[in-house]
């Protein structure tokens, strides 16, 4: 059996902007502290979430760093080794291992539409670079390429290959992966409207969007299962539903950015090519968040623009 990264939530951190476009690291250091204060059980930084695929290269590994600093080693850190360059993804495995980080996300290589073994040795080749364990990300709504679950096989009998995000939403090929790889490779939701169902196949729980909101109830979905109260995950899971497929009523992580800027909490828009909901999309998100008591502030949805201008202050008084 291999050393398990974590259990429970991890919270699949967004990366907060300045009007400008630059990222805020005020707001983010208060983001983490409200991770921490809420049970988190690890965060992941610069991944889908983080807006990886507009950050440079120096901003990826300058946030790693700072994440790392201040999580102060409470929680484990995954930082983002994907690339659709092999040698790239190896090099960033090999950087992200000296700034500190306790484990690497690798998404499957997006654009390049390579072959099962063109994949098993894009990761083998990453899980070479770097002594940290990897967590696979398979994500084909995004990528557009599938890990079967034979190859799944073949990389679980890597050391540091440890565990799979698996957010196909295929509970059949879940299942499969979990009978095939058994404790080799442990599996994480990719999904926040699927974490008892993936729980209920084994998995070790969830890499959540929804947690950059309610960290502690996400947590909680795990931690009652895992505890055996099934009813109470149940219960919590789909309270939350609602909540869960809001954040995806757009490209993520445009809808979770507004619902935090609705919360009060100043994480600033994405940046290009995404961009801004549309209005009437926002004031569908907005009354969701009041549904859950979540709005800290006055809004007017009939204002273009629904970005909250307010700076992240007292953010350990949420909830």
Same mark, same amino acid.
């Given at each position: 059996?291999?050393?398990?990264?974590?259990? %429970?939530?991890?919270?699949?951190?967004?990366?907060?902007?300045?009007? @400008?476009?630059?990222? =805020?690291?005020?707001?983010?250091?208060?983001?983490?502290?409200?991770? $921490?204060?809420?049970?988190? @059980?690890? +965060?992941?930084?610069?991944?889908?979430? %983080?807006?990886?695929?507009?950050?440079?290269?120096?901003?990826?590994?300058?946030?790693?760093?700072?994440? +790392?600093?201040?999580?102060?080693?409470?929680?484990?850190?995954?930082?983002?080794?994907?690339?659709?360059?092999?040698?790239?993804?190896?090099?960033?495995?090999?950087?992200?291992?000296?700034?500190?980080?306790?484990?690497? $996300?690798?998404?499957?290589?997006?654009?390049?539409?390579?072959?099962?073994?063109?994949?098993?040795?894009?990761?083998?080749?990453?899980?070479?670079?770097?002594?940290?364990?990897?967590?696979?990300?398979? +994500?084909? =709504?995004?990528?557009?390429?599938?890990?079967?679950?034979?190859?799944?096989?073949?990389?679980?009998?890597? @050391? #540091?290959?440890?565990?799979?995000?698996?957010?196909?939403?295929?509970?059949?090929?879940?299942?499969?992966?979990?009978?095939?790889?058994?404790?080799?490779?442990?599996?994480?939701?990719?999904?926040?409207?699927?974490?008892?169902?993936?729980?209920?196949?084994?998995? =070790?729980?969830?890499? =959540?969007?929804?947690?950059?909101?309610?960290?502690?109830?996400?947590?909680?979905? &795990?931690?009652?299962?895992?505890?055996?109260?099934?009813?109470?995950?149940?219960?919590?899971?789909?309270?939350?539903?609602?909540?869960?497929?809001?954040?995806?009523?757009?490209?993520?992580?445009?809808?979770?950015?507004?619902?935090? #800027?609705?919360?009060?909490? @100043?994480?600033?828009?994405?940046?290009?090519?995404? &961009?801004?909901?549309?209005?009437?999309?926002?004031?569908?998100? $907005?009354?969701?968040?009041?549904?859950?008591?979540? &709005?800290?502030?006055?809004?007017?949805?009939?204002?273009?623009?629904?970005?909250?201008?307010?700076?992240?202050?007292?953010?350990? #008084?949420?909830?």
């Amino acid at each position: 059996m291999k050393a398990k990264i974590f259990k %429970g939530a991890a919270t699949a951190l967004v990366t907060p902007m300045k009007p @400008d476009g630059s990222i =805020s690291y005020d707001t983010l250091s208060g983001l983490i502290d409200y991770q $921490l204060k809420h049970h988190a @059980d690890a +965060v992941v930084i610069g991944g889908t979430t %983080g807006e990886s695929a507009s950050l440079s290269e120096k901003e990826l590994l300058e946030l790693t760093a700072f994440t +790392v600093k201040a999580v102060r080693g409470h929680i484990p850190v995954i930082a983002n080794m994907g690339s659709n360059n092999t040698a790239h993804s190896a090099e960033l495995a090999g950087k992200m291992e000296k700034l500190g980080a306790d484990a690497l $996300l690798s998404v499957t290589p997006y654009y390049n539409k390579a072959s099962q073994q063109g994949l098993y040795e894009h990761f083998k080749a990453g899980a070479a670079a770097t002594g940290l364990p990897i967590i696979l990300y398979n +994500v084909p =709504s995004r990528t557009g390429v599938n890990i079967a679950v034979d190859t799944y096989k073949r990389l679980s009998e890597i @050391d #540091n290959i440890a565990a799979v995000k698996e957010a196909s939403g295929n509970f059949s090929q879940m299942a499969q992966i979990a009978a095939e790889c058994g404790d080799a490779l442990d599996i994480y939701s990719g999904n926040d409207d699927q974490i008892v169902p993936a729980l209920a196949l084994g998995a =070790s729980g969830v890499i =959540s969007v929804l947690s950059n909101l309610i960290p502690e109830q996400v947590h909680q979905i &795990c931690a009652s299962y895992f505890e055996g109260n099934v009813g109470k995950s149940r219960y919590f899971q789909l309270y939350y539903l609602e909540l869960a497929e809001a954040l995806f009523s757009d490209i993520n992580p445009i809808p979770v950015k507004q619902a935090l #800027n609705f919360m009060g909490l @100043d994480v600033g828009g994405c940046r290009l090519p995404l &961009c801004d909901m549309a209005p009437a999309e926002a004031a569908r998100l $907005l009354k969701c968040i009041q549904k859950y008591g979540l &709005c800290r502030f006055p809004e007017r949805p009939k204002e273009k623009r629904f970005h909250a201008n307010r700076r992240l202050s007292l953010i350990s #008084n949420v909830f």
